[in-house]
């Protein structure tokens, strides 16, 4: 492989001086190394010294013949040269620095490296893995590696302006042991001029398409591998790493929500839901190089894309064109004649292959399943876990009132030039998978994002990600663009009648009128799936009552709601000392506090579930409802338990769980509403020397645990290192 050397004096020796440097003594920086396939004449030193006094009369030679190379001897000692000077040709250049001559990434798509980190389906022949792995390649040297005098690194480089505090520009040392987490390299195998590397990767590292170089150091200087196009490296989000926040621990759901490149986009009327297929293609050859494209042509920095939520929201804003020139233009008028009706398509292979071919521009025409579909496709391109979702009557808020507003005049006729909110029959947008640390535990897992240009978000037009629990609970305040969606599938009709002096009164609210069968297709099957539950609660529950009154608190209209006449009860959990244990039935304590003169019924819901530890919602298992009456000024305090049977089946790593209270006060109409987050306490492991320990000497430990579970434990493995004292290893135990 054709190599380029950097001078030591250009990188980490300035202001100092090389003991010996080879060439004709004249003072330059350069020699000239004959490539090993061109046998061009070499180059002596007066035609380097004309070329330096008049380069336009002696040119320099082009990179295609021949290959910089810089040689700096910095061995005062002369080891290895037998005390004398090294000399120009070329066979003693081969011989004294360590070059890269070729770079092998084990790309095969049956291989090793893309089996591993499931890439093995995108129809391409790049490198394509997923951060937070491992990955392997072969790098062949001029000359055998020797680790006590060669040292190499690797560089990766991505975007337009690599910089190594932003993390487009990454060094990857040569390490002894590899640890998770970081960029690292490890020599694991040697062949004579061939080594084997192991490379892993942080779960954090910026999406991309990175190139790849090499430099080796040597007592007698140090070169850098050329960059081939053909070893460059596209990292992708890893949903497989469980410190990848884009993490989702079903094997059944990942199948589906990211490998699958075939669904099921549903249409029509919640009374007559019709079906289409749609080929999202996710793996075709050339997509994932479009995807990319999408993201650069967006003109954000890429050290903003290692984080979902910041890819998702560009993604959300460049499937449409309105503001951006985007991959696809919505048309509704009817008239199609300058494109593609949206009717026509069936994939998103063909609209995203055009809008790169034809660098950037928007390929018409589309509406909101197209969109949907589009989004799908790019996400799980990028392997973040998507899927397409339709909801039947849609609400479209067009003044963040969080309510489907109707004007009617004094005769009680539609006033259409102020009737701009709408219900469409259906409308279809994405969830896509992540947690959501910028947010309050509980949010992570599906978030709701919209690439159908309806309204904007900070300028543009976009929409989400928008947690689904916050939705759910009615918290949209929490980002991004939770209040569009939650008016998409719970807003109440409310109709206004115009008075004689032109005001407007509230004659009627209807409720439970949008936002039906939420659908998307089933996991492992084309089954419609009712996900309804996810976004809302049951229609007319006193949950999903406070849900949209909480909402609308936050709203442009929030006096369509009458207010509470009085805020006097307050809701709070506590804990008693380090919190329930592992095994054992957990204890909460319930504070209610009525600090009115007066008695106050209060009804209050409570439901429990498991969390992640990155706060990403599991799964409900728990609900309870208890009716309260509370004298005046009672402090009431309640013992809340989770029995030992209820949970045993549900945990998941880390054994978090989060417990929501949501209530009313009858006489006031107050929503009362918290929640709180609590684990279950594992055992401590305890470790006791047996006997005096010796500097120098073996010693043996005793390692103490007790089971708090009311079962015999099998198969238990307990995991033992100590720095400088015990590499790693495991303990079989049961």
């Not at 792995?133 to 062949?140: E, P, V």
């Not at 819901?605 to 208890?626: C, E, L, N, P």
């Amino acid at each position: 492989m054709p190599v380029e050397t950097r001078s030591i004096r250009d990188r980490s020796a300035v202001g100092r001086f090389p003991s010996v440097t080879l060439g004709s003594g004249v003072d330059t920086e350069e020699e000239k190394e004959e490539p090993e396939e061109n046998n061009a004449e070499k180059e002596n030193a007066c035609r380097r010294w004309l070329r330096k006094i008049c380069p336009c009369c002696c040119p320099k030679r082009k990179d295609d013949d021949i290959t910089d190379t810089l040689v700096t001897v910095i061995d005062d000692n002369n080891e290895g040269t037998n005390g004398k000077k090294p000399v120009t040709g070329d066979s003693n250049l081969d011989e004294l620095l360590l070059k890269v001559r070729s770079i092998d990434l084990m790309k095969s798509k049956s291989g090793e490296n893309r089996t591993e980190h499931h890439t093995n389906l995108y129809q391409s022949d790049d490198f394509i893995i997923r951060r937070g792995q491992n990955f392997q390649m072969w790098i062949t040297l001029s000359r055998p590696f020797n680790p006590n005098t060669d040292k190499l690194h690797l560089e990766l480089k991505t975007g337009p302006l690599p910089t190594v505090s932003k993390g487009t520009h990454v060094i990857i040392p040569l390490v002894e042991e590899l640890e998770d987490g970081r960029w690292e390299a490890a020599v694991v195998k040697q062949d004579d001029k061939r080594i084997k590397l192991s490379v892993n990767s942080p779960p954090t590292t910026v999406f991309g398409r990175y190139q790849l170089t090499v430099e080796t150091y040597c007592p007698n200087g140090q070169a850098v591998s050329t960059h081939d196009p053909a070893n460059d490296i596209y990292m992708l989000f890893n949903p497989w790493c469980e410190d990848d926040t884009v993490f989702m621990d079903s094997e059944d759901e990942r199948q589906e929500y990211v490998l699958n490149d075939v669904g099921q986009i549903y249409y029509g009327t919640h009374n007559q839901i019709g079906v289409r297929t749609w080929n999202y293609g996710q793996f075709d050859d050339g997509i994932l190089a479009a995807c990319l494209f999408v993201l650069e042509k967006s003109g954000t920095p890429p050290s903003g894309w290692g984080d979902p939520v910041n890819v998702v929201r560009v993604i959300s804003a460049m499937i449409n064109s309105p503001d951006d020139r985007g991959v696809l233009e919505g048309n509704w008028s009817g008239d199609y004649s300058s494109g593609t009706t949206p009717t026509v398509w069936s994939g998103s292979v063909e609209i995203l292959k055009q809008y790169h071919k034809t660098s950037g521009t928007p390929v018409k025409y589309g509406q909101c399943w197209v969109f949907a579909g589009l989004v799908t496709s790019v996400l799980r391109s990028l392997g973040i876990p998507s899927r397409t979702v339709t909801n039947f009557s849609s609400a479209h808020d067009t003044d963040v009132s969080l309510t489907t507003d109707v004007y009617l005049d004094e005769n009680l006729e539609p006033i259409d030039y102020l009737n701009a909110d709408s219900v469409w029959n259906f409308h279809v947008w994405n969830d896509c998978w992540m947690a959501r640390p910028d947010l309050p535990p509980g949010n992570g897992g599906w978030q709701a994002v919209d690439a159908t240009p309806q309204e904007t978000s900070q300028g543009t037009f976009r929409c989400g990600p928008a947690p689904l629990a916050a939705v759910r609970n009615g918290q949209v305040y929490l980002k991004h663009d939770s209040s569009f969606v939650f008016a998409e599938v719970n807003s109440d009709k409310i109709y206004w009648q115009r008075k004689v002096d032109g005001t407007f009164t509230q004659i009627y609210i209807e409720k439970g009128t949008v936002g039906y069968f939420i659908s998307t297709k089933a996991v492992g099957s084309d089954e419609r799936s009712d996900i309804t539950h996810l976004y809302k609660y049951p229609e007319d529950t006193e949950e999903e009552r406070i849900a949209v009154e909480t909402a609308c608190r936050y709203g442009s209209k929030a006096k369509a709601y009458s207010s509470p006449t009085a805020e006097d009860v307050s809701v709070e959990v506590t804990m008693d000392g380090e919190g329930p244990k592992m095994g054992r039935d957990a204890e909460l304590t319930i504070v209610l506090r009525n600090s009115s003169s007066e008695q106050r019924k209060v009804v209050l819901h409570s439901q429990v579930a498991v969390m992640y530890y990155t706060g990403v919602h599991k799964a409900t298992f728990k609900k309870d409802r208890t009716d309260l009456d509370m004298l005046p000024n009672e402090v009431k305090i309640l013992e809340w338990t989770l029995e030992y049977k209820d949970y045993k089946d549900q945990l998941i790593d880390q054994a978090a769980l989060m417990l929501t209270l949501s209530g009313r006060v009858k006489e006031t109409q107050q929503v009362l509403a918290t929640q709180f987050s609590f684990r279950l306490r594992t055992p401590d492991l305890i470790i006791k020397p047996i006997g005096k320990a010796v500097v120098g000497e073996k010693m043996s430990v005793e390692i103490l645990f007790t089971n708090p579970l009311p079962q015999v434990l099998k198969a238990v493995i307990f995991h033992v290192e100590g720095l400088g004292l015990l590499t790693a290893r495991k303990i079989n135990y049961g």
